[in-house]
């Protein structure tokens, strides 16, 4: 080993055509130390180990990354996103045409080549073996081979191995593990699911940690018979270190990039945040963080605002000429207007100027969610994220309205609505020491006094007023299917009466309506006084919708007649009408994208907003589409540093603990501020961004990027079939149907030895990867040619084959089969097995029905955890598993059921590792804390808080903000403590691949050794 490449973080300024570039990704040197290959702006460099000008090898419109060098130094392989996934190519190391090497609509990342350089090992989720007992995810990647020179892949290891070093036998090697689900780039902690170095003994098939200790230890190297590892990366310049001598910096200069990052685009599609006009003509909606409005009539679209900070929250003046929002071009929340200064224009749409200005001055507080109140007087609006407070637009006066403890989360999304009469709001408000759970209250502006309305357990939200402020219309869970998590319920739609009149007169039928004197009749239609009562509310409630659904948002029309809402169900997002006259309720139409109702001021004309906007017939329920067609120029580089700030703040403002761990977090977001000039795509920027947050030390952190889909982008197809790895003649051995597959029904002949040699006439060979022949074939009827090798009988069979998520989902069933066929055998049928993959209502659900439906009479259960990514469970799972028998229900001498019924009432015990991942942390930490059982398996890492994931202004980008800590009664928190098995018992890779769960064997024998003991 000639040299060992680190990288240490130096800021040098963008300045010029030839420049130092920072933020280099990937780096790595060649075998025979002269050449450096490296990853910048999402193109692959080289540069001269001793430094110099780098040259560039790959210019396309894609990603690029993680190169590895073959042992001669002359080919480098990577990997590339062009077909959607990314995927292994190789290119000469002085560049040239780009070959592909693998297929599949996975991620496959290269790791090395083997030492003669004939084949690139890669990483990806293809399959397991069929014997595995390895939970089926994609984050469990398996190892594999592939020909340099292009060819079928053979899989190495079915376990991840990433960053490999060949020893010196040319056929082990050291890895890195990969145990949990917790982002990459966390730094500092000290946890279970750190990652470890491994030793893989190809004579043996053993694997030996080496490391086994907390901390992150990375990127094995293999010298002699001594090897290096990174404890933590630092990103940026090159350096070199030769065997004991000092680190030397590489000086590299790149000339050759793109630097243009204006971009012009259409905007026809994707708005958000829509704002009805009071007349109804237009609508005022966000997109992309710019403010535009478009007429309801005509596709002619303006934009308001042109800045590269993010603008949100449109709300007319009720003259229709002042157009309310908020922006962040201050560097914090503040409220701006747009207005036409030229009093011959009338519409914001088709006006010649518009003239911004800022509402309030710049100061220490926050202003956002602006609404003008219906007679022009008042301008509500959130400050500083949870206060709701009121200005005087005549003499700018601003007066507070509520506190901060009704709405405790810092995200600043305060729900508040003015009454038609501008004298009350009706708002959510967060009871002390309830929250989540929210309640529905109406506000006097003039008093300040709050009236709860709901005051439930239940959640309930959204009001709007309707009748003319005589009422309001909420949604409510009460009376549907409650969730067993934060979320899940289906909600009604539940309207309040202010006026104890309204009320009288909702009450009358068709009949009794008809037989009113034609005087009150006539004093029925016209507008009445209203005569507002906040007693005994409750009293004048009542509900609307006949079914429980999940409700997206719901209007009553202007005269009280008829209620249309927006539902989703398992068939999709519907609209719904109920006409209270006719006693009708009907579907009226499929509506994606819907996300809410508006009426213009007078509530006779409704509309149907979101990304998509309809106009909807209030008498008909008729849905006509409004067209939008505006452009605006973007400029990436600018969203990007706006959107890096708007990390920075928010982090900051809304993580957990004030102290932010310790972390001097503005000394921090200034050093990692000096990469942004170096980043031209979300690959890296979001890379960037998990790297910052995470120094914090903490979990449900890092960023994400959502690679937009592409027509382009190759998809491919699975018949639903596990082969056998080790078959090494043409085609595709099969080793299993899985269940619920394609091949799984009557008419098929395919079973255990069966091989499929065609797919659509064409053949499958080592040569070609069947990947190509599946590719975009999904849901596609397609012909598959078959073989039995022991008759030597060919046929074919027409099947449509599934997604990979499909496929996913099935061997997920499958695995959860297996474990409980293994329970039963291992216990001899005395106890049940049920897993958990999220802590979430579904979830639930299918235990509950397991426990006290197919495994009732089992002696105990043994509950499963193992990579579960968490939720909010933990109060229902404990009282579930934590009955205890009171009494026995008998019939003339026949004990017929165990009280309490509904709750497991035996011995339970459950099983972790260290992929469970926040509630899953929480949830055995409650089953061990209440003494409900005992835990096996391996540590948990502490990862109990709760978070926001936040959405960029860019919606492919999102990050995560811890904002909820779990306060334990010795003033500590939950997060980052560990949570320690009662049996520790680690599953052995080359054991699992062969079928062996040690695990829940050891789970079973410490449960039947409980139950027998008693």
């Known amino acids: ?21 920072l933020w280099m990704r990937d780096v790595k040197i060649s075998p025979d130390g002269s050449t450096i290959a490296f990853c910048y702006r999402g193109d692959l460099y080289t540069v001269p180990a001793t430094g110099g000008s780098a040259t560039r090898l790959t210019a396309t419109n894609y990603y690029e990354q993680t190169p590895v060098w073959s042992p001669d130094s002359r080919s480098i392989a990577y990997s590339s996103d062009e077909h959607g996934y990314f995927d292994v190519y190789i290119i000469g190391a002085r560049g040239g045409a780009a070959t592909r090497l693998t297929y599949t609509s996975v991620n496959e990342v290269p790791e090395t080549f083997t030492p003669d350089g004939a084949n690139v090992l890669f990483s990806a989720a293809i399959q ?65 699911v750190t990652r470890d170095i491994w030793l893989y003994d190809a004579k043996t098939g053993r694997h030996t940690n080496l490391t086994n200790c907390p901390g992150e230890n990375l990127s094995p190297v293999a010298a002699g018979d001594k090897f290096y590892f990174l404890s933590e990366r630092t990103p940026s310049s090159i350096y070199t270190l030769n065997p004991g001598g000092k680190p030397v910096k590489v000086a590299v200069e790149v000339t050759d990039y793109a630097e243009n990052e204006m971009r012009k685009m259409s905007v026809t599609n994707g708005a958000s945040e829509c704002a009805v006009s009071p007349d109804g003509k237009s609508i005022a909606f966000v997109y992309r963080g710019e403010v535009f409005v478009t ?14 900070e993010a603008e949100e929250d449109p709300c007319w003046a009720p003259d229709g000429k002042t157009l309310y929002y908020t922006s962040q071009r201050d560097g914090r929340y503040n409220i701006y207007k747009a207005t036409m200064p030229r009093e011959e224009d009338k519409d914001f749409v088709y006006a010649t100027l518009i003239k911004e200005e800022r509402v309030f001055d710049t100061d220490k507080h926050e202003r956002a969610i602006p609404q003008v109140s219906p007679d022009g007087k008042y301008l509500g609006f959130v400050l500083d994220r949870q206060i709701i407070a009121v200005m005087d637009l005549k003499s700018g006066k601003v007066r507070k309205l509520t506190s901060p403890d009704l709405n405790p989360q810092l995200h600043g999304g305060v729900y508040y609505q003015w009454s038609p009469d501008s004298k009350r709001m009706a708002l959510t408000i967060t009871p002390p020491m309830h929250e989540p759970y929210d309640d529905v209250a109406i506000l006097d502006v003039e008093t300040g006094e709050i009236t709860n309305v709901t005051n439930s ?5 959204n009001p709007r007023w309707v009748l003319g402020g005589r009422a309001i219309i909420f949604a409510s869970e009460r009376f549907g299917m409650r969730n067993h998590a934060s979320w899940g319920s289906l909600y009604d739609v539940m309207i309040t009466f202010l006026d104890p009149e309204a009320y009288d007169e909702f009450q009358l039928s068709k009949e009794e309506r008809e037989l009113l004197p034609e005087k009150e009749k006539k004093d029925d239609e016209e507008e009445q006084p209203i005569n507002v009562d906040l007693t005994n509310l409750e009293l004048r409630t009542a509900r609307l919708t006949p079914q429980s659904i999940d409700i997206v948002d719901a209007m009553l029309t202007a005269d009280g007649s008829a209620l249309y809402y927006v539902a989703d169900d398992p068939n999709g997002r519907h609209l719904w009408k109920i006409d209270f006259e006719e006693e009708e309720h009907q579907m009226l139409s499929k509506v994606a994208r819907a996300s809410s109702i508006q009426t213009s001021a007078d509530g006779k004309k409704m509309f149907l907003l979101g990304s998509t906007m309809r106009k909807l017939d209030a008498s008909s329920g008729k849905l006509t589409p409004i067209s939008y067609d505006g452009e605006m120029t973007l400029d990436l580089a600018a969203e990007r540093a706006f959107e890096y700030e708007y990390v920075v703040r928010e982090e900051g ?51 994400g990027y959502r690679s937009p889909t592409s027509s382009q982008d190759d998809e491919t197809a699975d018949l639903g079939l596990l082969y056998d790895l080790n078959y090494a003649g043409q085609g595709l051995r099969v080793a299993e149907v ?24 064409k053949e499958i060979t080592n040569a070609e990867s069947s990947s190509q022949l599946l590719t975009d074939l999904v849901g596609k009827r397609t012909l598959i040619g078959l073989l ?103 019939i003339r001498g026949h004990q017929t059921c165990n009280m309490p019924s509904r709750r497991w009432n035996k011995p339970s015990i459950m099983v972790m590792n260290e992929a469970c991942y926040s509630n899953a942390h929480g949830t055995p930490w409650v089953y061990k804390h209440c003494g409900i059982g005992q835990l096996v398996g391996m540590p948990v890492p502490g990862t109990m808080t709760s978070v926001n994931w936040v959405t960029l202004q860019d919606r492919t980008l999102y990050f995560g903000i ?6 334990l009664p010795d003033g500590s928190f939950l997060e980052n403590q560990q949570l320690n098995p009662d049996i520790q018992v680690s599953n052995d890779p080359a054991e699992e691949a062969a079928g062996r769960d040690a695990q829940i064997e050891a789970a079973v024998e410490a449960l039947l050794r409980q139950i027998d003991g008693k």
């Open 738 to 761: 899985v269940a619920n597959s394609p091949f799984d029904n009557a008419k098929s002949k395919v079973a255990v030895g069966t091989v499929v040699c065609t797919i659509n006439g």
């Open 1 to 21: 080993m000639k040299k060992i490449v680190l990288s240490l973080a130096m800021a040098l300024p963008l300045t010029a055509a030839a420049i130092t570039p």
């Open 962 to 967: 811890p904002v909820i800590g779990y306060h």
């Open 653 to 703: 403002a809304r993580f957990y603990l004030a102290s932010m761990h310790g972390v001097d977090w503005p000394k921090l977001t200034d050093h990692y501020r000096q990469f942004l000039p170096h980043i031209s795509n979300n690959y890296d920027f979001s890379e960037m961004l998990s790297e910052l947050l995470g120094e914090l030390n903490v979990s449900h952190t890092g960023s």
């Open 457 to 461: 357990g239940y959640f309930d939200s």
């Open 128 to 192: 397991d073996p069929v014997s595995s007992a390895s939970f089926p995810t994609g984050r469990l990647t398996e190892l594999y081979s592939v020909p340099a020179a292009g060819g079928a892949a053979l899989q190495v290891l079915s376990s991840p191995a990433f960053c490999i070093s060949y020893l010196a036998d040319g056929r082990s090697f050291l890895y890195q593990d990969q145990k949990g689900m917790e982002n990459n780039f966390r730094k500092h902690h000290t946890s279970s």
């Open 295 to 308: 007429s309801v009539e005509y596709d002619t679209t303006r934009r308001i605002t042109s800045t590269a």
């Open 788 to 890: 039995n090798p022991a008759t030597g009988e060919r046929w074919e069979e027409v099947i449509k084959p599934i997604s990979r998520s499909d496929r996913g989902e099935l061997l997920y069933k499958r695995w959860v089969r297996s474990r409980e066929a293994l329970v039963d055998s291992l216990s001899g049928g005395r106890l049940g097995y049920v897993h958990i993959p999220q802590m979430d209502d579904e979830a639930f659900r299918t235990v509950y029905s397991a426990l006290l439906g197919k495994f009732n009479n089992r002696e105990g259960v043994v509950i499963d955890i193992r990579w579960n990514g968490g939720g909010r469970l933990h109060e229902d799972i404990e009282v579930l598993l934590s009955g205890q028998q009171y009494f026995v229900q008998e």
